[in-house]
């Protein structure tokens, strides 16, 4: 063999067999190289506000994790010690042997449900108390008793007054109309509802149906919906953060960084606050004490640092977007997650 490495790709010309101590070794060289990297993103990320995306952008990469998948990883962890320290499953033992509510909307007052055994007498009678002083008791009981009464009187006829209404309002009451129906004449398919109350067969009236079975099925059991929900939480930040880049592409608009670079950034600051969440949820969970509210001042604090770091503008200039870019960032993440929740409910 004439050269020792190729001359395309630069890999070692050898046909020699693979042993199994060859296979170790590139194993645990790997591993190495990767907790390498890592401790030098972690170091850089908690040390060095906004400094690391103006490496990673000036092609400073080779120390570094792709930020990524660095995010993405720390997203699934952070959302599996949720999941997994949660115990949401003891909610569904609500809807499996009860109503599904604490509340108890029959006779004449409102009352707590059998759900509710584990509350005691003094709770259940301080939180009725403060429902009554709100109006809330007699608003919940009167809307529960007239949205029954008004579709089970005349089921049929009203349905068809349904389609008199705009397409929200109308697709919105259908499927509260479907969710009435499905509890109180237990219907569990389309055809029995297109059979029973003369429901046209339509796209309509079938997304309709099928939305008001998942959001039954999610009050039936809301620990296991709790659990599907968060398991897509990543995948909605996965689309959630290229749109917040979009928009400081647009508040930086005269820097020379493009919206990738922009996109880089938000990864980086966004992998920071996930490592902050972890190490808050760990600090809860063994001292039983409650530090969100400290791990937040000091994001908002790194945030700051890091667009002044990365972006080199004054003061004022940094201030003004800083406040700018956070609001758009909950309204952004308020719209994600309303998405997120009514898709979980539709596809649940």
Not at 57 to 65: C, E, H, L, M, N
Not at 126 to 133: F, I, P, V, Y
Not at 233 to 255: Q, S
Request: with cysteine.
């Amino acid at each position: 063999m004439s050269d020792k490495y190729c001359p395309n790709c630069s890999q070692a010309n050898s046909t020699k067999k693979l042993s199994l101590k060859d296979f170790f070794d590139e194993f645990f060289s790997n591993l190495i190289n990767y907790d390498s990297k890592l401790l030098k993103t972690l170091a850089a990320l908690l040390l060095r506000p906004g400094r690391i995306t103006a490496d990673y952008v000036a092609g400073k990469r080779v120390s570094y994790t792709n930020p990524f998948r660095f995010m993405l990883s720390l997203a699934f962890i952070y959302f599996l010690m949720l999941n997994f320290s949660g115990n949401f499953e003891t909610l569904d033992r609500f809807g499996e042997e009860g109503s599904g509510s604490f509340l108890n909307t029959e006779g004449k007052s409102l009352t707590f449900s059998a759900d509710a055994a584990e509350l005691t007498d003094e709770d259940q009678q301080e939180a009725l108390r403060q429902l009554d002083s709100l109006g809330i008791s007699k608003v919940v009981k009167q809307a529960t008793l007239d949205r029954d009464s008004l579709i089970l009187a005349d089921p049929t006829g009203h349905f068809k007054s349904l389609n008199q209404e705009g397409f929200f309002n109308r697709y919105l009451q259908k499927q509260e109309f479907f969710q009435t129906v499905m509890e109180a004449r237990q219907i569990h398919r389309f055809d029995q509802a297109r059979d029973s109350f003369a429901v046209q067969e339509t796209w309509e009236n079938r997304m309709a149906f099928n939305t008001a079975g998942s959001a039954s099925r999610a009050m039936r059991q809301p620990g296991s919906f709790l659990n599907d929900m968060i398991a897509k939480l990543p995948f909605a930040i996965f689309f959630f953060l290229p749109v917040f880049a979009l928009f400081i592409w647009l508040m930086y608009i005269r820097k020379k960084y493009n919206y990738t670079d922009h996109l880089i950034f938000s990864f980086h600051n966004q992998s920071l606050l996930f490592i902050l969440l972890i190490i808050g949820f760990l600090i809860d969970a063994v001292f039983k004490v409650d530090s969100s509210g400290i791990f937040l001042l000091i994001f908002l604090i790194y945030l700051y640092k890091a667009m002044r770091n990365f972006y080199q503008q004054g003061r004022v200039k940094t201030i003004v977007k800083y406040l700018i870019l956070n609001a758009i960032f909950f309204i952004l993440a308020s719209i994600s997650v309303t998405i997120l929740l009514a898709g979980s409910i539709f596809t649940y």
